[in-house]
């Protein structure tokens, strides 16, 4: 079937890739919780126009990304501030990490600091401090962490984890079907389903006490 080319389907090119880099349509759709040609529908027919808010917020949990990649062009024109006031938001950046056994507490921010210059324009960033000590001495204690939502994950980088409030360190190893497989630190590869996750991303840089 051919895809019309216009503004809007470019975008949705660039969405297919990212679905066939990971999955396929058929299970992107059935991870979202819509029927087996939902993908198909969306990309081909454009049928939704947009991608409705909950399907994004899955999709985007699913391929590990920010859920602004999946956002079509014509919504950012209403959502996203001016450039000079997106600058001023990214001037500060929230940090979690309140004592939380095991893990990082990731309920509210603790604090708030100077967003380092490679994560001005990154919207969703953040950091969060080292509270565990079976992390060291490779992360010790009072080690400052700084995620990167946008940044897609390659096996072998260090990741956040997040599963309900709490966050933990791990090491990404790939994907499966419906899940992503980890090492926490134990030596042994862990599968995690994605329906028990609210979150995986890149760790980009580690500021150290």
């Not at 001016?82 to 001023?88: K, R």
């Not at 603790?110 to 994560?119: F, G, R, T, W, Y």
Request: net charge neutral.
């Amino acid at each position: 079937m051919k895809m019309v080319m216009d503004g809007a389907d470019v975008h949705r090119q660039s969405v297919l890739a990212l679905i066939r880099t990971k999955s396929t349509l058929k299970a992107a759709s059935i991870a979202c919780g819509r029927n087996h040609g939902y993908f198909h529908q969306y990309l081909f027919q454009s049928k939704p126009r947009f991608l409705p808010e909950d399907v994004r917020i899955k999709l985007a949990q699913y391929l590990g990304i920010a859920e602004n990649r999946l956002r079509e062009p014509e919504l950012f024109v209403s959502v996203d501030p001016p450039a000079t006031q997106q600058s001023e938001v990214r001037a500060r950046l929230m940090v979690y990490g309140r004592g939380s056994e095991p893990g990082i507490d990731m309920t509210a921010p603790v604090a708030e600091i100077d967003c380092p210059p490679s994560l001005l324009r990154v919207v969703d960033a953040f950091a969060a401090y080292i509270h565990d000590p079976e992390l060291g001495p490779w992360l010790p204690v009072g080690s400052l962490i700084y995620i990167d939502p946008s940044k897609p994950l390659r096996p072998a980088d260090f990741v956040l984890v997040k599963s309900g409030r709490t966050g933990r360190i791990a090491i990404y190893r790939g994907r499966t079907a419906d899940g992503i497989v980890v090492d926490t630190g134990n030596g042994r590869d862990e599968s995690v389903q994605l329906a028990t996750l609210t979150g995986f991303w890149k760790i980009v840089s580690v500021e150290f006490p």
